[in-house]
């Protein structure tokens, strides 16, 4: 199987221009080599006097940070609708979708009035939804914020996380696939 010739040294003091040398929708396709996981991350709104209202937004920018303290990381776009929700709240919940879950995670990905009517989730920790059927939650607790680029990333601290058996929902290649064993 013929290689592909390493990629030319980057110097770390190199301006921006010099960096960038491709273009958004190169990007985008180089990153989309890159399999990830379906998340849906929730909270509550601050309170307004009515019902309880939610915020939620389909992510795959999910990952684990530490082990001791348990942090994990994750980040949404400063155009993002839900921004001021997630930067006011204290606390939050992350779904992991299982494979069959992908009309939730189309569902999480679109503007629409309430994401979550007709989505069967329960209430943790957090007191933010928890999507029944994912195959892990993770309940946290605000540790760190930070402005990149054209998002913001966000580092939770995980007071409690669950799991069940079964084959969980990724994004590779711009289509949902599953994490179905090879062999």
Do not use: K
Request: glycine residues 8%; charged residues 20%.
């Amino acid at each position: 199987m013929p290689h592909a010739p390493p990629p030319p040294a980057a110097s770390p003091r190199a301006p921006r221009a010099e960096r960038a040398d491709f273009t958004a929708r190169e990007f985008r396709d180089a990153l989309s080599e890159f399999a990830t996981g379906v998340t849906v991350i929730a909270t509550r709104e601050a309170a307004t006097g009515g019902p309880p209202c939610y915020a939620g937004f389909t992510a795959n920018s999910f990952n684990s940070v530490s082990l001791d303290p348990p942090l994990v990381v994750w980040s949404l776009a400063l155009a993002a609708g839900t921004l001021e929700a997630f930067e006011r709240c204290e606390r939050y919940a992350i779904s992991v979708l299982a494979h069959d879950q992908i009309e939730i995670a189309r569902r999480f990905a679109l503007p629409h009035a309430d994401r979550f009517a007709g989505v069967p989730y329960v209430l943790g920790w957090a007191q933010a939804p928890l999507i029944e059927g994912a195959v892990a939650w993770f309940e946290c607790r605000h540790h760190a914020r930070q402005p990149a680029g054209d998002h913001v990333l966000f580092v939770g601290e995980v007071v409690r996380c669950a799991r069940r058996h079964g084959p969980g929902l990724v994004f590779h290649h711009g289509r949902f696939r599953t994490t179905a064993p090879l062999g």
